[in-house]
């Protein structure tokens, strides 16, 4: 069972990512294709092109991890993405739905508040 707090951060590889990668290929997608360093404590994403396979890779304070799920049956389905870029932040509520195999495009919303993006000071 995963648990993750609301205040961790967590990255979607869009494109589908070759299964056979290990540490060093996994963290060259996270530079390349989702903008980051693959050292700051979040939590990155990655499936196959059939869906069925998602592997996570994320720093654990002392050295890289790599959680590897296959399904049996199904696929995982991340949600539609426009604009650009490789990669896209999600909420852990999120995730956790997209694990229990909740097509997120189907899920209703209610409004909520939020802050508004902080602006650095002049």
Known sequence: ????SSAFRIFLAIEPADMRKGFDGLSQLVRDRIAQDPLSGHLFVFRNKRGDRLKLLYWDGDGLAI???????????????????????????DFAMILDGVDLESVKRQQRYSLPPRTAAP
């Open 67 to 93: 959680w590897y799920k296959r399904l049996e049956r199904g696929s995982y389905r991340f949600p539609a993405v426009t604009g650009t870029g490789d990669g896209v932040e999600i909420r852990a509520a």
């Open 1 to 4: 069972m995963l648990s993750f």
